[in-house]
């Protein structure tokens, strides 16, 4: 089984893309910080609600499946 030491360049390599465009566009990494914490909070949040649901955990896909196009 390879480390993380092992996995993380292949990792960062498939974020550059990602992050080129982003910073093109001027959004900095603050901004993904917040976003990125905003749903998580609202994906906690609904999880924590309605915990017999499985909407919430399909939100949490649906937001990573976006992320990557």
């Known amino acids: 089984m390879p480390s993380i ?33 905003g749903l998580s909070v609202a994906v906690g949040t609904c999880i924590a609600a309605w915990p017999g649901e499985a909407w919430p955990l399909l939100l949490c896909l649906c937001f990573s499946s976006c992320a990557w196009r």
């Open 5 to 37: 030491y092992q996995l993380k360049p292949a990792f960062q390599r498939l974020l550059r893309p990602a992050v080129r465009a982003l910073a093109q566009r001027g959004v900095t990494a603050n901004a993904v910080t917040l976003l990125a914490a």
